[in-house]
């Protein structure tokens, strides 16, 4: 086994250092199923919130028109509990955008802010209430706590009032990880702010929120919810870290464990078995119960073990192109973590395609691992929503490479210590040329 150095786990003085031997998990309270909207009050008082309390709902415009943010506001008034809703919440949120709903509470509530926060949507809005409920514990803005060099990445020290997260997507898994990630459009990049303190309290699951999403958005959460099966599953293993002396420490993303390679199995089980009838028969309950479930185990897998390279490059391109984090995780994927990371650890990669179905007997490693990534291009392309390449998301092309290939290694280092290959900005070039096209476009 390979030693990363330290550096490129956490930054700390020298001292004597000794080989990973501790795995540690953090995870809010999870209510999962059917109509769990209904607990959603019982929940919030299960956090500590008393009678007299006012709390904030965080959504956005669409989900007030669907009237899914009626119906968690009316379970949270029903229990007599006062509720406000904010519904300006932005796709792929910018700092800026989350100082508005900051201010909106400063205005509302006063500095001290609401007694408690729901963030009700997908990433972008559970992301806002996320980063909306932390700095409002700890004062300032939200530049203050994203990383450097960006920000001036400052600690988090306090979580705030109690905060809990609805998603109504399956993909980005949002609800349960330590990180919120917010775009700086000045710089063109996406940052994250990443602490166990912006982690909500508690997760309240309700696949009954998620049959209005159309198919497109269905396909695209998905193959997020999918890479972090991926990602997980083939980052290092924790114990090739180096021991911090203080547990405080240990970083968010500390490589892959015995639980979270198990909930990566069972993730790509139900993502790549649900995820045809979700996108083309959204109504089908059944499958979008099995989705949301398999988003938040590839979630518990991945945003616990580490994203990596796939992650690293997809948030230059989403910043620059406007383009969902879910596709550009899909058109990444054969390239990224499928071709270039194989290198690290073939076998492992052929345990991945007998996840997904690949009949494997007499094959080598190396072709297990092509016909995993023919099977994941596939899948693509019966989703029918997917773009076939860099070129079809957004038109880029062999000129913009240099470019995104330099702001990947400049502004990514949080995900690319994680990735179980060393990366070089050379290398990450050619890993954006080979995703240009990953099947011819028709
Ligand atoms: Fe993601």
Redesign the pocket.
């Known amino acids: 086994m390979v030693l990363m150095s330290y550096e490129r786990s956490v930054s700390a003085p020298d001292h004597a250092l000794s080989p990973e031997t501790v795995w540690h998990i953090d995870m809010p309270e999870i209510r999962f199923g059917r109509d769990s909207t209904e607990e959603l009050a019982f929940q919030l008082r299960d956090l500590g919130v008393d009678e007299d309390a006012r709390g904030l709902v965080v959504t956005d415009e669409n989900l007030v028109d669907i009237g899914h943010a009626d119906r968690v506001a009316g379970e949270i008034r029903e229990d007599g509990l006062s509720v406000d809703v904010y519904d300006d919440s932005e796709r792929e949120p910018s700092v800026e955008a989350v100082a508005d709903c900051i201010e909106f509470v400063r205005e509302e509530a006063g500095e001290a802010g609401y007694d408690f926060y729901v963030g009700l949507g997908g990433g972008s809005c559970m992301d806002t209430a996320k980063v909306t409920r932390a700095v409002i514990a700890n004062g300032g803005h939200p530049t203050d706590y994203i990383a450097e060099p960006t920000g001036e990445g400052e600690p988090l020290e306090d979580s705030g009032e109690p905060l809990v997260l609805m998603p109504t997507t399956a993909?980005?898994?949002a609800e349960i990880s330590p990180v919120a990630i917010l775009s700086v459009p000045e710089k063109e990049i996406k940052e994250g702010i990443s602490s166990n303190n912006v982690r909500a309290d508690a997760a309240v699951l309700d696949p009954t929120l998620t049959t209005t999403l159309p198919p497109d958005l269905t396909a695209k959460t998905a193959m997020?919810a999918l890479?972090?099966a991926i990602e997980g599953y083939t980052t290092h293993e924790y114990d090739s870290l180096l021991r911090p002396t203080d547990p405080a420490e240990r970083p968010v993303y500390a490589g892959r464990t015995p639980l979270t390679e198990m909930f990566s199995e069972k993730a790509i089980d139900l993502l790549s078995n649900n995820v045809r009838t979700a996108v083309h028969n959204g109504d089908d309950l059944e499958a979008r119960e099995n989705m949301l479930q398999g988003a938040l185990f590839g979630a518990i897998a991945g945003l616990t073990a580490g994203?990596s390279l796939c992650?690293a490059m997809?948030y230059p391109v989403g910043n620059k192109y406007h383009t969902t984090?879910?596709e550009t995780?899909a058109v990444l994927t054969p390239a990224s973590t499928i071709d270039y990371n194989s290198a690290s650890d073939p076998s492992r990669f052929a345990d991945l395609a007998e996840m997904f179905g690949v009949d494997t007997d007499g094959m080598t490693d190396r072709e297990a691992t092509d016909a995993l990534k023919a099977e994941y291009v596939q899948l693509q392309r019966d989703l029918n929503v997917l773009p076939s390449g860099l070129d079809e998301l957004a038109g880029i092309t062999e000129e913009d490479v240099d470019w995104l290939a330099e702001q990947t290694v400049e502004t990514q280092k949080r995900l690319l210590r994680t990735n179980p290959r060393p990366v070089t900005e050379d290398d990450v070039r050619d890993v954006f040329l080979d995703a240009l096209y990953n099947w011819e476009e028709t």
């Open positions: 993909g980005t898994g997020d890479g972090h994203a992650h997809a984090h879910g995780i």
